[in-house]
């Protein structure tokens, strides 16, 4: 099993940018592919942007390139989203999710393919 926590989301001002941490435990962080998710309310969930397990590869929705950054430190166990010039459109629940399974870069951006997922850490961006 694994265990993912996310944390430093909050309410911040339109433009301003933020890191997003998903810390994981209970399997070796480097078998795992990682992927954020995001919901806004009334919405579906969608896909942000995925890391492959040692961080050569990624890939971004692209509603999201250019602001958002994917990382990972296989030595802390987690994995991180920078956004930056935050806009009000960003406001959602993000969700990081993970998978052991090896896939070409691009299959990561589907939310079937991972199987676990933390509880979500909640952006709100004012205007």
């Known amino acids: 099993q694994v265990q993912l926590a996310e944390s430093g989301g909050g309410l911040v001002q339109a433009g301003n940018s933020l890191r997003l941490s998903c810390a994981a435990s209970?399997?070796?962080?480097?078998?795992?592919?990682m992927g954020w998710f995001r919901q806004a309310p009334g919405k579906v969930r969608e896909f942000v942007a995925a890391?492959?397990?040692?961080?050569?590869?990624?890939t971004y929705a692209d509603s999201v390139k250019g602001r958002f950054t994917i990382t990972r430190d296989n030595g802390k166990n987690t994995a991180y989203l920078s956004i930056n010039s935050l806009q009000p459109e960003d406001s959602a629940v993000y969700y990081c999710?993970?998978?052991?399974?090896?896939?070409?870069?691009?299959?990561?951006?589907?939310?079937?393919?991972?199987?676990?997922w933390g509880q979500g850490t909640q952006v709100a961006v004012s205007s």
């Open positions: 890391i492959t397990r040692n961080g050569g590869s990624t």
């Open positions: 999710a993970a998978t052991p399974a090896l896939y070409v870069t691009g299959r990561y951006r589907s939310e079937n393919v991972y199987d676990y």
């Open positions: 209970g399997r070796t962080f480097d078998r795992l592919a």
